[in-house]
């Protein structure tokens, strides 16, 4: 073990080869599935690699995956894993079996520590590679030899070497040489329980569960057959020799053991008088290299043919996804360029953590473009998805493209402009269809994927119309409803789509809240939305079927069915505004001084609610002013934001006694400059700000000074009460002592044991109860006292 070198792994390595060995014991055949996707990976690196570099395919002709499992003479088993891929430098087997190049692995890491559901869906979501090894594995040893290259001209055959429990690995030159030809070989040298993996049988099923339909390079397993044959047959003949199969020709089938030849026998037949002597018959074990997957790859099969199971095997073998899948659409097509093609599109049933995360920024990465069967990129450049729809799992096969395309002439190519519009019609339709056949799934998909409709409407013009039937939202009268059924449901006049948006709400608090009070009074639906993207959502679709949307907490509000004319309801609004106006002018003056609103007006919308605060069309909602204080805007904006800020109305509901009883008041205060009454003044003043405040609370805003807004309150419930509104309160308290750094001394603490033992754990205590002299009192029962007490 030549220039032998000893590595330290990475330490979110070693944390999270931890948590895997420690939370997917049961799942651990997952192991294979990985190592076989990430032969599958180097060998289409090499096809790749070889468009531009004929070199690589030097070493090895055929580029193919085999498995064997070897059960050695003390019982132990190894199962080596060979592809003729790509392979690895030494410096290639340190940095990618050794480190962790995941973004935000270690914030990841640190969730699935602490992930005690014991699924390990968390982990499985990660993504676990190499790692996996390590579930089977007391040791894996990873021989390498890269593929030759303009860079690499002399490549050598390294070993990488790491036992479960190390928290290091050795890399050193593979003393048998250049052995491999080119690729990989992972040698599990596996655990004492994990004997069931030298079954033929147990890797030959988990092939074909998870791998056989994902690779379209062939997969050979070593498989052993026991023959008997006489036994003079020269000594070099029963063993076969154990040769990597050389051609991706699927090799001789394997003989059917029960297709015995049965002589008839109903003729008798006189024995013969000299009976020939049969051969004496001995044992010997043949060795044959099988080909697990040779059926064509599972997107080109006839999807009648195709079971559930094996969408979704595939699905998670391909996408190394934990979950299965929510649903897939399977189809075949013509491009209309001449291009003809396969497809198959699955929709996960989780969206990756970091979705919301970068609202902005898409990366399609799960797009795999084949071109007859063979993988050609998942990189669709500027055609990519957009961001709504990047988390879709696509598999394409095009079979009219030159296989010799290369990514960048690709990107010109016309098949892959419209690649995209191929894949998002069909997820709408696929949705469509969940949406009206399976009432189940699509609560699912709506719990996951609700959001990301209202993202598309917004960001994506050409379907918007398609996504926005998609989206729902929990009202006054339903859990969730869509703008189709809103308006199905819509009363006669209705000319608006009445909705109240409170960013972090539930609609059980927003169904409370005052704006909507007369609208759900009269039986009219109010869209509840509670989600920061609803707004959004709102005010870039702006109008559905031709019915705008409105804000139940803004001015505009129409029923349609006002039973005056436009003039006789503002005839009626002048007239209570005449009414009420002392105390209209009484109160602008207070909300202007306080900034709290530009205007007083009478509602129109208020049943039981004394007065609300209401933004103007051109204001901020609570909603949005909750939204921008809490991102940068206001600073960038400060002129915008202060004067959008100010645009808001305090309504008074004309009919609320308390209203009523305030402009009584307002009326009695004497007017002339030498009779004012000061003191009633002040009063009525404070009531007012409180009634202000209160709106603002109810309305949603913050108030402009919480503590003076509860002194307020003091001195109106003291003044209610009789109490001296100016009568201190005693603040004094007694001060602390000085300081006294020293600790106590054993002795003055409580023997901690003896307290628990005695009470068994539980607390207990005797009261004393002394009079007003302080002498105790006695003879009384224990249970009075403590009544008394408390
Ligand atoms: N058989 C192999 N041949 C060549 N390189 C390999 C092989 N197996 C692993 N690697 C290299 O090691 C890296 C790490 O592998 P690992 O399986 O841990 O993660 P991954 O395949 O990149 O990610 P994931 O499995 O989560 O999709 C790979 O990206 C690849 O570069």
């Given at each position: 073990q030549d220039g032998k070198e000893k590595h330290a792994y990475q330490s979110d390595v070693a944390r999270l080869r931890k948590i895997v060995i420690n939370s997917l014991y049961s799942h651990r055949d997952v192991f294979l599935r990985e190592l076989i996707s990430n032969a599958n990976d180097a060998l289409e690196k090499l096809r790749l690699t070889s468009l531009t570099e004929p070199d690589v395919l030097t070493g090895a002709e055929q580029m193919n995956i085999t498995i064997q499992a070897t059960r050695d003479e003390d019982g132990s088993g190894r199962i080596i894993i060979t592809d003729t891929g790509i392979g690895m430098t030494a410096d290639e087997l340190t940095n990618n079996l050794g480190t962790l190049a995941k973004s935000g692995t270690s914030e990841f890491l640190s969730r699935a520590e602490s992930d005690t559901s014991g699924n390990g869906n968390l982990i499985g979501a990660f993504g676990l590679g190499f790692y996996s090894s390590f579930l089977v594995a007391d040791r894996v040893q990873v021989a390498s030899l890269a593929a030759k290259s303009s860079k690499n001209p002399d490549p050598k055959q390294y070993v990488f070497s790491s036992g479960a429990d190390e928290n290091s690995f050795d890399i050193f030159t593979d003393p048998r040489g250049n052995t491999l030809g080119r690729g990989t070989e992972i040698t599990l040298f596996l655990k004492g329980d994990a004997g069931e993996y030298l079954e033929e049988k147990t890797i030959k099923d988990l092939v074909n569960k998870h791998s056989s339909f994902s690779t379209a390079f062939p997969i050979y397993l070593l498989t052993h057959r026991v023959e008997m044959v006489p036994k003079e047959v020269p000594e070099?003949?029963?063993?076969?020799?154990?040769?990597?199969?050389?051609?991706?020709e699927t090799p001789k089938e394997d003989i059917d053991e029960d297709e015995v030849v049965v002589e008839d026998v109903t003729e008798e037949v006189e024995p013969k008088e000299e009976k020939r002597k049969e051969p004496e018959l001995v044992p010997v074990t043949r060795e044959e290299w099988v080909q697990m997957n040779s059926q064509p790859p599972l997107w080109m099969r006839d999807p009648k043919t195709v079971t559930d199971e094996e969408y979704e095997n595939f699905y998670q073998a391909t996408y190394k996804d934990f979950n299965k899948p929510l649903a897939w659409y399977h189809f075949s097509g013509d491009s209309g360029s001449g291009v003809s093609f396969r497809a198959l599109i699955y929709i996960p049933s989780q969206?990756?953590?970091?979705?919301?995360?970068?609202?902005?920024?898409?990366v399609t990465k799960d797009i795999r473009l084949m071109v007859k069967r063979v993988f050609i990129t998942s990189d669709l450049g500027e055609d990519a998805l957009p961001?709504?729809?990047?988390?879709?799992?696509?598999?394409?096969?095009?079979?009219d493209l030159p296989l010799n395309v290369s990514r960048e002439t690709l990107q010109s190519n016309a098949f892959l402009k419209q690649l995209r519009g191929i894949i998002l019609k069909r997820l709408l339709q696929l949705l469509n269809r969940i949406m009206e056949d399976d009432p189940e799934k699509w609560a699912k998909i709506q719990e996951t994927y609700g959001n990301v409709f209202k993202l598309g409407a917004v960001e994506d013009l050409k379907n918007r119309e398609k996504l926005v039937q998609l989206v729902r939202f929990a009202t006054n009268q339903r859990n969730s409803t869509?703008?189709?059924?809103?308006?199905e449901n819509k009363k006669q006049g209705q000319n608006q789509i009445f909705y109240l948006a409170d960013m972090g709400k539930s609609a059980e608090e927003l169904s409370k809240s005052v704006f909507i009070e007369k609208l759900h009074a009269r039986g009219y639906e109010v869209l509840l939305l509670g989600d920061p993207l609803d707004e959004v959502f709102i005010t870039n679709v702006r109008r559905w079927k031709k019915i705008g949307f409105q804000d139940v907490a803004k001015a505009g509000l129409k029923f349609g069915d006002e039973e005056m004319t436009a003039e006789e309801e503002k005839a009626e609004q002048e007239a209570l505004t005449e009414k009420y106006k002392p105390l209209i002018e009484w109160l602008r003056k207070e909300v202007r001084e306080k900034g709290a609103a530009r205007d007083v007006i009478i509602s129109n919308r208020l049943v039981a609610s004394s007065c609300a605060i209401v933004a103007d069309e051109h204001g901020y909602t609570a909603n949005l002013e909750k939204l921008i204080s809490s991102s940068h805007a206001q600073v960038n904006h400060k002129h915008m934001w202060d004067f959008a800020k100010k645009q808001k109305v305090l309504e008074i509901n004309p009919r609320s006694p308390l209203i009523e009883g305030l402009l009584h008041r307002i009326e009695q205060l004497p007017v002339e400059e030498e009779e004012r009454d000061i003191e009633a003044e002040d009063e009525l003043r404070e009531v007012a700000t409180v009634l202000v405040d209160g709106a603002l609370v109810r309305s949603g805003f913050a108030v402009t000074d919480s503590n003076e807004f509860f002194m307020r309150v003091d001195r109106i419930l003291r003044r209610s009460l009789g109490v001296s509104e100016t009568a201190p309160t005693d603040t004094t308290v007694k001060p602390a002592p000085p300081v006294d750094p020293e600790l106590p001394a054993d002795a003055d603490l409580p023997d901690v044991d003896e307290f628990i033992s005695s009470g068994h754990g539980k607390v207990s205590w005797e009261v004393e109860e002394i009079d007003e002299f302080g002498n105790v009192v006695k003879d009384v029962p224990v249970e009075q006292k403590r009544h008394d007490e408390l």
């Open positions: 070099e003949e029963p063993v076969a020799e154990e040769e990597k199969p050389e051609t991706t969206l990756d953590d970091s979705y919301w995360q970068n609202p902005l920024q898409s961001k709504w729809a990047n988390w879709v799992k696509v598999v394409v096969d095009a079979e869509s703008l189709d059924e809103y308006l």
